[in-house]
């Protein structure tokens, strides 16, 4: 009886760990992928955001900084996990400062990014409900303010890392000075909070609110559309009857200085339409890159909410079942997995301009 329970927990540990490993292959060939697609995504992004009139738009001023932190979070974050897989030396292992310095970057430019998007969220969301005020509310100038002030506060936040993390000389790799500390033990809850769901929550609030903005705006435009037809319809006829009323009613004389009066306002109304018409492909064309932008934003703000959530939940799941030895095999194998998988995510998350 032992020895099957104990032939049965083997091939249970060997069938879990081979589904590990081929997780872990998939991981090896997909982080390289993602760090160089992302990275080539950014900075056509940057590049594109500061350019021509979209560098004066703070939507682009926000996605312009978004594909920096981005680029960042990639380059610290999944470049060291790869060489990890890899079994080769990582930068953020070659010295203590490096450690330190590393881990406050990562956690620094990954809480940035989130809240980036956040900010450039609720500003779409003003421009959408209240578009008369948008131009007064939405400037650069108070978006580089706000972004000062984001990077202000997650800063602070993370400045700890500074001192409680350390490069430890026995296991070759970056831990807390003091894993009892009860900082660190909380720390876990306090990342997933301002990491993922304070930000999941304000932006599918934010979202919803911006969708029902834009299905209440266009049925709006298409009653005004409507009621503009029915008055220039009303004041089409009213102008035919007028003018045929006129024309018997005077003299020939008069009748020349009509038709010279008539010549006149034709030319003006032309006028007055060209330029209306010039007026109305301007607003047409700022109306498209509007909505444009705010396609792009909400697909980033979706994609965010999809990604970002994985990667919290396993940390939440780890730290429920801190003792490892406790943990069964299955348990430590889908444990495994599902990190793998919420690594990947999060990585997707930061190429989120594919």
């Given at each position: 009886?032992?020895?099957?329970?104990?032939?049965?927990?083997?091939?249970?540990?060997?069938?879990?760990?081979?589904?590990?490993?081929?997780?872990?292959?998939?991981?090896?060939?997909?982080?390289?992928?993602?760090?160089?697609?992302?990275?080539?995504?950014?900075?056509?992004?940057?590049?594109?955001?500061?350019?021509?009139?979209?560098?004066?738009?703070?939507?682009?001023?926000?996605m312009a900084a978004l594909a920096?932190?981005?680029?960042?979070?990639?380059?610290?974050?999944?470049?060291?996990?790869?060489?990890?897989?890899?079994?080769?030396?990582?930068?953020?292992?070659?010295?203590?400062?490096?450690?330190?310095?590393?881990?406050?970057?990562?956690?620094?430019?990954?809480?940035?990014?989130?809240?980036?998007?956040?900010?450039?969220?609720?500003?779409?969301?003003?421009?959408?409900?209240?578009?008369?005020?948008?131009?007064?509310?939405?400037?650069?100038?108070?978006?580089?303010?706000?972004?000062?002030?984001?990077?202000?506060?997650?800063?602070?936040?993370?400045?700890?890392?500074?001192?409680?993390?350390?490069?430890?000389?026995?296991?070759?790799?970056?831990?807390?000075?003091?894993?009892?500390?009860?900082?660190?033990?909380?720390?876990?809850?306090?990342?997933?909070?301002?990491?993922?769901?304070?930000?999941?929550?304000?932006?599918?609030?934010?979202?919803?609110?911006?969708?029902?903005?834009?299905?209440?705006?266009?049925?709006?435009?298409?009653?005004?559309?409507?009621?503009?037809?029915?008055?220039?319809?009303?004041?089409?006829?009213?102008?035919?009857?007028?003018?045929?009323?006129?024309?018997?009613?005077?003299?020939?004389?008069?009748?020349?200085?009509?038709?010279?009066?008539?010549?006149?306002?034709?030319?003006?109304?032309?006028?007055?339409?060209?330029?209306?018409?010039?007026?109305?492909?301007?607003a047409l064309a700022y109306r498209?890159?509007?909505?444009?932008?705010?396609?792009?934003?909400?697909?980033?703000?979706?994609?965010?909410?999809?990604?970002?959530?994985?990667?919290?939940?396993?940390?939440?799941?780890?730290?429920?079942?801190?003792?490892?030895?406790?943990?069964?095999?299955?348990?430590?194998?889908?444990?495994?997995?599902?990190?793998?998988?919420?690594?990947?995510?999060?990585?997707?998350?930061?190429?989120?301009?594919?």
């Amino acid at each position: 009886m032992n020895s099957t329970i104990i032939s049965t927990n083997t091939s249970d540990f060997m069938f879990n760990n081979r589904f590990v490993q081929i997780a872990s292959r998939s991981e090896e060939f997909i982080l390289p992928c993602l760090l160089l697609i992302g990275t080539t995504c950014n900075t056509l992004t940057f590049v594109v955001m500061r350019r021509g009139r979209m560098r004066h738009s703070s939507s682009c001023f926000y996605m312009a900084a978004l594909a920096i932190a981005d680029t960042f979070v990639l380059w610290i974050g999944c470049l060291n996990r790869w060489l990890e897989l890899l079994d080769k030396q990582r930068p953020i292992l070659a010295c203590n400062m490096c450690c330190k310095l590393g881990t406050f970057a990562f956690f620094f430019f990954a809480d940035c990014s989130v809240w980036i998007t956040v900010a450039m969220t609720f500003e779409r969301y003003i421009a959408v409900s209240q578009p008369l005020r948008a131009s007064q509310i939405c400037t650069v100038k108070r978006a580089r303010y706000i972004l000062l002030i984001v990077f202000t506060i997650f800063f602070l936040i993370n400045a700890h890392f500074l001192w409680t993390f350390h490069l430890s000389s026995t296991v070759l790799h970056c831990i807390p000075l003091n894993d009892q500390s009860l900082f660190i033990r909380y720390f876990t809850w306090i990342d997933s909070f301002k990491y993922s769901f304070c930000p999941f929550t304000l932006l599918i609030t934010l979202n919803i609110l911006i969708i029902k903005s834009l299905l209440n705006a266009r049925s709006t435009n298409k009653y005004l559309q409507q009621q503009t037809t029915n008055d220039n319809h009303i004041n089409h006829h009213k102008n035919s009857y007028s003018t045929s009323f006129s024309s018997t009613s005077t003299t020939n004389n008069s009748i020349n200085k009509f038709i010279k009066k008539s010549k006149h306002n034709i030319l003006h109304s032309s006028h007055l339409y060209q330029e209306e018409k010039h007026t109305s492909t301007k607003a047409l064309a700022y109306r498209r890159v509007n909505r444009r932008l705010t396609t792009m934003l909400l697909a980033v703000s979706f994609a965010f909410c999809i990604c970002s959530m994985p990667i919290s939940i396993m940390q939440l799941i780890d730290a429920i079942y801190s003792d490892i030895e406790q943990r069964s095999s299955t348990l430590t194998a889908g444990i495994a997995i599902g990190k793998i998988i919420a690594e990947i995510s999060q990585y997707i998350n930061h190429c989120r301009f594919i």
